[in-house]
Nanobody, 122 residues
């Protein structure tokens, strides 16, 4: 039906950078807000950054000035550029999107990717 596939996670030293990508595919009519969440071990999943279909962005205070969310609507893809990474950024990162889907009917639903691990060493 609809899949979100993330890529770009890995191990990086503190101060380094990573770029995450998340591509949506399937019976997509349109994609509204897209977002990145993260979940550290033993913690709840929290929002990191969001971007509307018109490009309006919002960030968690902990990542402002270091992370940048962007999207390519033609490719149904959202990105997260992460700079000046800190050990406390270590988490599994998930993309999320509100997608209008066409099957036998048309409806909007929220979809999640499978997650990608980001580990920042000190």
């Amino acid at each position: 039906q609809v899949q979100l596939v993330e890529s770009g996670g890995g191990l990086v030293q503190a101060g380094g950078s990573l770029r995450l990508s998340c591509a949506a595919s399937g019976s997509i009519i349109s994609i509204n807000t897209m977002a990145w969440y993260r979940q550290a071990p033993g913690a709840q999943r929290v929002v990191v950054a969001t971007i509307t279909s018109g490009g309006y962005t919002n960030y968690a205070d902990s990542v402002k000035g270091r992370f940048t969310i962007s999207r390519d609507n033609a490719k149904n893809t959202v990105y997260l550029q992460m700079n000046s990474l800190k050990p406390e950024d270590t988490a599994v990162y998930y993309c999320n999107a509100n997608i209008v889907v066409r099957t036998t009917t048309t409806y909007e639903a929220r979809f999640w990717g499978q997650g990608t691990q980001v580990t920042v060493s000190s």
